[in-house]
């Protein structure tokens, strides 16, 4: 999917801050990155376990914080 973002008057600077932000935030930055060089599959499998217990962890923060404002 493209990414476009409206330009405000003659200045397309927050616009292109805003394009940064966006992109950043869904981690398109980080993939580009990743993809410039080979990745060994033992270096891919260990990056996306981490990831996947990270997001776990993430999740089990987020039910507990919820939890605790329940019980407020």
Do not use: C, H, W
Not at 10 to 31: M, V
């Amino acid at each position: 999917s493209g990414r476009s973002i409206g330009i405000m008057g003659n200045s397309p600077l927050p616009a292109y801050s805003r394009l940064n932000t966006l992109l950043n935030n869904d981690g398109i930055r980080q993939e580009l990155r990743r993809k410039r060089k080979y990745e060994k599959p033992t270096k891919k499998r260990i990056r996306l376990s981490v990831q996947r217990a990270s997001k776990r962890f993430d999740a089990l923060v987020q039910q507990k914080m919820a939890l605790v404002d329940k019980m407020r």
